[in-house]
């Protein structure tokens, strides 16, 4: 189980951008949880005073000197419809940063970190706090047009095809390489699923830079299945941020179990503190 603190604090929204498919990016003002938050972790939003169940959401990116987070959430439902709704001013009931982040000590390595839907979030936060650090591409996905400013890719990729030709600017700026994905004919990407586009990056990667590949993903459960089988494939360390629905968040109602098999035995450990990042060769329901 964790032991990180978690902190329960009023949050000030300072930022509320909307974008097509029912996806929203959401910035606060809660310096505390800025301060100490790290890529994989989450916060427990309450979307407002009428509904007190909350909402787990994603950290995207974190700004100690501004004190901000953002995060990116889709409208599934009228909890986070009512999310939508609120205001630049308004002020929200937080609590966070929760659970076991992802490992990101080891510099000698090569971070390959995938994406999928509002599973892109903790991979843009991994590749802006590796960028400059050590080496990362990011493959992102969607059905629906993405939620960030693109832009023609600077660099080329081994294995990508040339209509994969767009990036995220935020990472292009921090010279970080990304290629995008969809099934959904979108414009500049490849055309198929996520872990499809990663997989034809790792086999042109020569045999010893794929051996020092780590494999980190986010996203939906067929994904992860998807990921779990190429890191298997290619003999790569793999970590999986799952995504479950929450009640308390801190891991007293255990509603949110996984199965896991460690040293031959049986357990099953809460997503919201002992993850929601976990290595892909403990968990066999993603066999």
């Given at each position: 189980m964790s032991h990180r603190r978690i902190y329960e604090l009023r949050a000030?929204?300072?930022?509320?951008?909307?974008?097509?498919?029912?996806?929203?990016?959401?910035?606060?003002?809660?310096?505390?949880?800025?301060?100490?938050?790290?890529?994989?972790?989450?916060?427990?939003?309450?979307?407002?005073?009428?509904?007190?169940?909350?909402?787990?959401?994603?950290?995207?990116?974190?700004?100690?000197?501004?004190?901000?987070?953002?995060?990116?959430?889709?409208?599934?439902?009228?909890?986070?419809?009512?999310?939508?709704?609120?205001?630049?001013?308004?002020?929200?009931?937080?609590?966070?940063?929760?659970?076991?982040?992802?490992?990101?000590?080891?510099?000698?390595?090569?971070?390959?970190?995938?994406?999928?839907?509002?599973?892109?979030?903790?991979?843009?936060?991994?590749?802006?706090?590796?960028?400059?650090?050590?080496?990362?591409?990011?493959?992102?996905?969607?059905?629906?047009?993405f939620p960030f400013a693109l832009q023609p890719a600077p660099e080329l990729l081994p294995g990508i095809d040339g209509n994969a030709i767009l990036t995220l600017r935020a990472l292009a700026d921090r010279g970080v390489p990304c290629r995008l994905a969809s099934n959904a004919g979108l414009y500049g990407c490849f055309a198929g699923h996520v872990p499809d586009l990663a997989r034809a990056y790792l086999q042109a990667l020569p045999e010893d830079e794929r051996a020092r590949v780590v494999l980190l993903a986010c996203g939906p459960h067929p994904m992860l299945h998807a990921v779990a089988r190429l890191g298997r494939a290619y003999a790569l360390p793999t970590w999986l941020s799952l995504e479950e629905y929450m009640a308390c968040a801190v891991g007293g109602c255990a509603g949110c179990v996984v199965r896991t098999v460690e040293r031959g035995r049986e357990y099953y450990r809460r997503v919201c503190v002992d993850g929601p990042v976990f290595p892909a060769e403990i968990l066999p329901d993603f066999a």
């Amino acid at each position: 189980m964790s032991h990180r603190r978690i902190y329960e604090l009023r949050a000030d929204v300072v930022a509320h951008a909307h974008h097509e498919g029912e996806q929203h990016v959401l910035r606060l003002h809660v310096p505390r949880i800025a301060q100490h938050a790290l890529p994989g972790q989450f916060v427990h939003v309450r979307v407002s005073e009428e509904r007190p169940l909350r909402r787990p959401i994603s950290i995207m990116r974190a700004d100690r000197d501004k004190g901000t987070i953002d995060l990116l959430y889709k409208v599934v439902g009228e909890g986070t419809r009512l999310l939508a709704q609120r205001r630049k001013g308004s002020r929200l009931a937080v609590l966070g940063p929760i659970g076991e982040p992802f490992d990101l000590t080891d510099t000698t390595r090569r971070y390959v970190l995938i994406g999928g839907g509002v599973g892109i979030p903790p991979m843009i936060f991994a590749a802006e706090q590796l960028a400059g650090r050590a080496e990362v591409v990011l493959f992102a996905g969607s059905e629906v047009p993405f939620p960030f400013a693109l832009q023609p890719a600077p660099e080329l990729l081994p294995g990508i095809d040339g209509n994969a030709i767009l990036t995220l600017r935020a990472l292009a700026d921090r010279g970080v390489p990304c290629r995008l994905a969809s099934n959904a004919g979108l414009y500049g990407c490849f055309a198929g699923h996520v872990p499809d586009l990663a997989r034809a990056y790792l086999q042109a990667l020569p045999e010893d830079e794929r051996a020092r590949v780590v494999l980190l993903a986010c996203g939906p459960h067929p994904m992860l299945h998807a990921v779990a089988r190429l890191g298997r494939a290619y003999a790569l360390p793999t970590w999986l941020s799952l995504e479950e629905y929450m009640a308390c968040a801190v891991g007293g109602c255990a509603g949110c179990v996984v199965r896991t098999v460690e040293r031959g035995r049986e357990y099953y450990r809460r997503v919201c503190v002992d993850g929601p990042v976990f290595p892909a060769e403990i968990l066999p329901d993603f066999a």
